[in-house]
Every structure is written in C-alpha cells, then in structure tokens.
C-alpha cells in the first residue's frame, strides 16, 4: 500500500509539473490550470494512438509550442471541447478541433501520415470518431446508408455515437459522391438526405436548409426544375437519373454521414 501510495504520489506530482509547466508557457490557458489541478487524473480521458493521417486544414489546427510532451498536448486537448485529437509528429503540439458539422477539415490533395492521439468516443473502439459501418469516404467524410422513413433515418443517425449526422451536400464533389453511393447501395431508389423546409416558407424554394447543422442550402445544387413542391413536399432526397437534388414525398433508403479525418 505504501508502495502504490508513493507511486499515486508521484504521478500525481509529475501532471502537476507538466501543467504548470505548459500554461506558464501560454498565457491563454493559464485560469483553467486551476480548475484541472482539482480535475481527475488525465488518464479519464483516454487518448488512443494510430497511424493517421496529418492532412488536416489550418483553420482547424492549433499549434502550441510550449507543449513538447504527450502529457502536456493531452492535457490541452482535454481542456478543449472541440479537440478530438493531437500530434507531435511535426514537433511541437498540434490540437485538431473540430465537430460533426465541421466542412473541409482534411485537405483531400494531401497524403502525409503520422502518429496521432485520437480522443475517446463514448460507444466506439479505441481510436475511432465513426461507428463501423461507415465507409465510402470522400476527404475524411464517410457515409452509410439505412433504411426507413425520413424521420426514422434523422433519428437513427442522431442516435448514432461518434461524429454523425443525417448527410448533407454542400459542394458539387459532395453531391457527386451521394449520386454514386446512392447508385451502388439502393439502385434506382431515391435516397433521403436531410434537408428540410420549414414550415411557413414561400414555396416552392424558401425555408430550405440541412436541418442537422443548420446550413442554408446552395441554390445552385437542386436539379433544374427543382423544388417544385409536387405533393407538398418538405423533405429532400438524391433521386436516379438526376444530378441535382430533388423535392420528395416517399423513399425507403437514406444516408447518415461521419466526420473521420484521420483513417
């Protein structure tokens, strides 16, 4: 006992230094170092190396070159809601922060890997910000298709762990992805996506946003004729045969969407 004792002791007393250490180091962080001094120990949140990849946009990186340790990036990530991983692989540390509706977070012309720290998700394996099944991955952005009603396929992808929404389109690359997940998982079957007409709205084109992240749609996005308001339609879907979104009232497949940037 006095041996684990002594040992609690001095862990204790090396996060302590390392802390201090690193927000002495940056001014930003020095008021929270009081309130994680009476935190946990760091270890509760867990962080799990992989080989990953390091191409991830500057608009979503944090450099602190006061942090020169696993400890100290650590415990800077943990400090940081947003942070869902770290690096040292370029030499000071480098905090990834992003969330579920966060856009263009890995640079899709870049390929450098390296060892990054991946936070834990509730609900998922070490090392992972999606559940299994995900895949199809466009820049960092991987899909599955499930099946049901628009609103039963909104509540299965919110009930879903880790950084997943009901999918959205942003981008003429995004849509085209869709278009082909949709062509090699339903066929011919339209494939809902999760924009959504407010109620209220001047038909047939007002109103019309991704509703999981609250994103007006693009205009330039809708197939031609599109929406048209046939049937009193307020939901979206990629259809067959059409490059551009539609309006819909009945589809049986949708598609979830997950933030995965590093593998």
Same mark, same amino acid.
Request: proline content about 5%; some cysteine.
């Given at each position: !006992? !006095?041996?684990? !004792?002594?040992?609690?002791k001095r862990t204790r007393s090396s996060e302590?230094?390392?802390?201090?250490?690193?927000?002495?180091?940056?001014?930003?962080?020095?008021?929270?170092?009081?309130?994680?001094?009476?935190?946990?120990?760091?270890?509760?949140?867990?962080?799990?190396?992989?080989?990953?990849?390091?191409c991830i946009n500057s608009d979503f990186v944090?450099?602190?070159?006061?942090?020169?340790?696993?400890?100290?990036?650590?415990?800077?990530?943990?400090?940081?809601?947003?942070?869902?991983?770290? *690096?040292?692989?370029?030499?000071?540390?480098?905090?990834?922060?992003?969330?579920?509706?966060?856009?263009?977070?890995?640079?899709?012309?870049? *390929?450098?890997?390296?060892?990054?720290?991946?936070?834990?998700?509730? #609900?998922?394996?070490?090392?992972?910000?999606?559940?299994? #099944?995900?895949?199809?991955?466009?820049?960092?952005?991987?899909?599955?298709?499930?099946?049901?009603?628009?609103?039963?396929?909104?509540?299965?992808?919110?009930?879903? *762990?880790?950084?997943?929404?009901?999918?959205?389109?942003?981008?003429?690359?995004?849509?085209?992805?869709?278009?082909?997940?949709?062509?090699?998982?339903?066929?011919?079957?339209?494939?809902?996506?999760?924009?959504?007409?407010?109620?209220?709205?001047?038909?047939?084109?007002?109103?019309?946003?991704?509703?999981?992240?609250?994103?007006?749609?693009?205009?330039?996005?809708?197939?031609?004729?599109?929406?048209?308001?046939?049937?009193?339609?307020?939901?979206?879907?990629?259809?067959?045969?059409?490059?551009?979104?539609?309006?819909?009232? *009945?589809?049986?497949?949708?598609?979830?969407?997950?933030?995965?940037?590093?593998?």
């Open positions: !006992k !006095k041996f684990r !004792k002594q040992q609690i302590l230094q390392a802390r201090q250490s690193l927000f002495q180091s940056d001014r930003q962080h020095r008021d929270a170092l009081a309130a994680f001094a009476a935190s946990d120990c760091v270890c509760s949140t867990k962080f799990s190396p992989i080989d990953g990849s390091l944090r450099t602190f070159a006061g942090a020169a340790s696993e400890l100290q990036c650590a415990i800077l990530c943990r400090l940081r809601p947003q942070c869902q991983a770290f *690096s040292l692989s370029d030499g000071p540390c480098q905090l990834f922060e992003f969330n579920k509706c966060s856009k263009s977070v890995r640079d899709c012309g870049c *390929s450098r890997r390296g060892r990054v720290f991946v936070r834990q998700q509730p #609900g998922l394996p070490a090392g992972l910000l999606c559940p299994p #099944g995900y895949g199809d991955d466009l820049c960092g952005v991987k899909y599955k298709v499930v099946s049901g009603s628009w609103d039963d396929i909104k509540s299965t992808c919110e009930s879903e *762990s880790g950084l997943v929404i009901m999918a959205d389109v942003t981008s003429t690359e995004e849509l085209a992805q869709v278009n082909q997940i949709r062509s090699l998982h339903t066929g011919s079957s339209p494939m809902w996506l999760g924009g959504f007409q407010a109620p209220g709205s001047i038909e047939p084109s007002g109103g019309w946003h991704w509703l999981s992240c609250n994103i007006s749609m693009d205009s330039s996005l809708w197939h031609p004729n599109e929406p048209n308001d046939k049937g009193g339609q307020d939901k979206l879907a990629a259809m067959n045969g059409r490059d551009g979104l539609t309006d819909l009232t *009945s589809a049986s497949f949708g598609l979830c969407e997950c933030a995965s940037p590093f593998n």
